[in-house]
């Protein structure tokens, strides 16, 4: 038997076979080419039965299938909302899978239910059942597993860290990212280092430009390895900012691990002691005593094998249901 | 067969049995008058043996026993800690009841678990899956409940929310309360208030006491309903801090309902429309939109009817366990 494993993004997907075990078995990558909408849900649709048939003749068979989607899996009415997929606001992916899937069970996750499962599966936090996944990359999200359960919430929306409120007052701007989301996103870093060069107009350092629409985070990170005295505050705020937002988990959750993973870290990877520390300063003392923090093991491939579990957990629970034992 | 609850406070306990249907069926109150360590178990063990030896006398059975204790249940190794009484650092208190309970299910949880179980059974949370009841007495706790359990963390001290960490920089006076509990406790309120006095040397109001020690929450809520300017602006930065605690539940876990209780909620209720207002500002919007906020429907009988609820739970557990329909 096989765990069929699929990990959409904005532009591409990744699909993989795994054992039981967690091994891979196949991996491939398709792009999305400009596809859009039910395009996209085609696409997925088509390489399910392709991998179905495969399967059969090779004598095996498809155990399970899991999709990991750059969005939100909302489970009582099997649609999925993903904001870069135009046309997938109450998207019914699961309705048009069950089409070619006949008996095999099917469950669709949130990419970032998906980064702490494979990081519990055969990452970082392998074996932990209560560990979240911070993901820091263009947004932030929090994956939470909390005693070896995923945390849905009554709508399936629960871990949206980004809107974590770290700073009253509040401010208008907040409304559409989420304080925490503001400032310390890839593109909060942006911002961030925008706000700081207006209250430093004596600055002269590359980080000001001719034109403030070309800095990027990229080239915030590389003023602050230059030792640029904007871009080391810059990472002082956001290195506080992460160390609160972890500190809250902490308290809250008693997890224990928490891995920090997306394209922010990445770079920033570099202050993940300085965040433990500010963390720890913060957080309900046994707990943030006993936490790990570290970064992700699995780096880009966490939500495929996020996925390769919860095709698995799909099996077992299917299996349980059906008194197979 | 009857439910036997005990809610164990600082100075007193209270014992109820109620009927599988939440309805009490005899109530008491024990005052602990001065008793400390092995006798507050001995006091436990004792009401445990007599309602045993009472509902055999009547013909009837205890189904399951439930202890409400204040501070932590350690479910690993079964045992508890309780800082208000002396020697309950790692207090073997299940094995105790154990001796005289037979083959009558025993469980032990801490208060903050109990008043949410007791809101989600019979209170104002009746029915939720998704729900949490924030505590705001001396202390400031959270009892959570997702999925349907309560959040344990990996050694059972999740919730610990008096430590949320909502305004940089830290200071190391936040070391033995968190920054949450050190400002909007009961005691953070005096401590608020008392900074706030001293940023104001030209005030003369009541709240300027010849003895300082002799400033309390009580004189703070007093001063307000007397539209005092240094209250008002204690409650308004309370409310801030409230809301963003809240938004920042309401982000994270996405509950159907926030409840809010303990002492100071109580005289502080009159706030709950604003500090909601505070918490949809920051929270996750579609989250915020959707969840509710109220005040405890059980006030002080929380924790007897949550140990009341966790007595059924442990009730069916036992019986699917030993399969038992």
């Known amino acids: 038997m096989r765990l069929l494993a699929i990990d959409l993004g904005g532009t591409k997907l990744a ?21 859009q909408g039910k395009q996209v849900g085609k696409l997925i649709v088509d390489l399910v039965a392709d991998q179905i048939a495969l399967a059969d003749r090779q004598a095996d068979e498809i155990a399970a299938i899991a999709v990991s989607i750059p969005g939100i899996s909302n489970v009582k009415n099997s649609t999925v909302w993903a904001p870069n ?6 998207y019914p992916l699961l309705q ?24 519990v599966w055969q990452g970082a936090a392998k074996g932990c059942k209560d560990a979240i996944y911070l993901s820091v990359g263009t947004g932030i999200g929090a994956g939470i597993m909390a005693g070896g359960q995923i945390l849905r919430g009554a709508n399936d929306i629960a871990g949206a860290i ?3 409120a770290l700073r009253p007052p509040y401010h208008e701007k907040y409304k559409n990212h989420g304080h925490f989301e503001y400032y310390t996103s890839g593109e909060g870093i942006v911002r961030l280092t925008r706000e700081l060069l207006h209250t430093k107009p004596a600055y002269k350092g590359g980080l000001r430009m001719k034109d403030p629409g070309e800095l990027t985070t990229q080239k915030v990170f590389a003023a602050f390895m230059a030792e640029d005295e904007i871009a080391i505050q810059v990472f002082k705020h956001c290195i506080e900012y992460w160390g609160m937002a972890v500190a809250n988990l902490v308290s809250l959750f008693n997890p224990e691990k928490i891995i920090i993973g997306g394209g922010v870290f990445g770079p920033a990877s570099a202050f993940i002691p300085a965040i433990y520390e500010e963390a720890k300063r913060w957080g309900q003392p046994i707990s943030a005593g006993l936490f790990v923090l570290e970064g992700s093991a699995l780096g880009a491939d966490a939500g495929i094998y996020g996925a390769g579990y919860a095709a698995l957990k799909t099996f077992r629970e299917f299996n349980a249901k059906n008194n197979v034992q």
Do not use: H, M
């Open 85 to 90: 997929i135009s046309g997938w606001e109450a």
């Open 96 to 119: 048009e899978i069950e089409t070619v899937s006949g008996q095999i069970p099917v469950t669709i996750e949130s990419d970032r239910s998906c980064y702490i499962l494979g990081e």
């Open 15 to 35: 699909l993989a076979t795994f054992t039981a075990d967690g091994n891979v078995t196949s991996k491939d990558t398709v792009l999305l080419s400009g596809r």
């Open 162 to 164: 980004g809107w974590l």
